[in-house]
């Protein structure tokens, strides 16, 4: 069975994250998230730093990239 984390910024729940065999699948339910919707990350760390940098701010700057990624990672770093 697959394990899903929670995450909430500033108290806001605006994304999920799935434990894969080889990382963490990222899904977004905030529309301001869905640059990073579907990408893989390494750890949860990883996804927390991401999201919270883009819930913030609105830009992800130059994020490490994922594991793999329904979309381009040029897409990612725009």
């Known amino acids: 069975m697959l394990k899903s984390h929670i995450i909430t910024i500033d108290g806001a729940f605006v994304r999920a994250a799935v434990r894969l065999d080889y ?3 990222f899904i977004a ?8 919707d579907r990408s893989v990350w390494p750890t949860l760390a990883d996804i927390q730093r991401l999201t919270a940098q883009l819930h913030r701010t609105g ?6 990239q994922p594991i793999a ?3 381009s990672p040029a897409k990612l770093t725009e």
Do not use: Q
């Not at 339910?29 to 990073?36: A, F, H, N």
């Not at 830009?59 to 490490?64: A, D, F, M, N, S």
């Open 23 to 25: 990382g963490y699948r």
């Open 69 to 71: 990624a329904s979309r």
């Open 59 to 64: 830009r992800l700057g130059t994020p490490p």
């Open 29 to 36: 339910t905030d529309t301001r998230m869905d640059e990073l």
